[in-house]
């Protein structure tokens, strides 16, 4: 993190004779800096999550880190994609709306409707981990059938011989 800013600064001190450039350079570190408050903000809530059910870590560890691996997959394949097609940072993923997604449900599940909290935090922890997979698979498989039909290979279809 501090290697990029490192290099701003040493390449607007090398290439910059006015302090125009030396702004330029505070900005784009300043912008680079807030594409990590999604990342913070996202562990943060599983953070909390963890925090108000421990139980989850020990008893359904399986299901936690593969929503978040996919949460995280997910976003980073959106910010290389915005990256390549020359959009603006994708600031808001949405599943990495889930954990809160879960404490919500689940605070109104145990306390609220007075279900156990065992069964409900079997099923919250799998619902998370299908609706990150779920959105994972279908960016992936987007992306993967965007990328082939652009090429002329497509790749997720039958591709049937013409007939003259």
């Not at 925090?51 to 929503?67: A, E, K, R, T």
């Amino acid at each position: 993190m501090f290697n990029v800013s490192k290099h701003y600064k040493k390449s607007s001190t090398n290439n910059s004779t006015n302090g125009d450039k030396d702004e330029s350079t505070k900005d784009q570190i300043s912008q680079a800096y807030r594409g990590l408050y999604p990342f913070f903000i996202y562990y943060g809530f599983v953070f909390l999550l963890l925090w108000i059910y421990p139980q989850i870590l020990y008893d359904y560890g399986f299901p936690l880190v593969i929503s978040i691996g996919c949460t995280i997959a997910f976003s980073v394949g959106r910010i290389i994609l915005a990256h390549l097609t020359l959009q603006e940072f994708p600031f808001i993923q949405y599943p990495m709306f889930v954990p809160i997604g879960q404490l919500i449900l689940s605070k109104i599940l145990i306390d609220i409707y007075g279900y156990g909290t065992a069964k409900v935090l079997h099923a919250i922890s799998w619902l998370g981990c299908g609706i990150t997979l779920g959105i994972h698979g279908i960016f992936v498989a987007e992306v993967i059938t965007e990328i082939t039909t652009y090429l002329d290979i497509y790749a997720l279809s039958i591709k049937h011989k013409k007939i003259n």
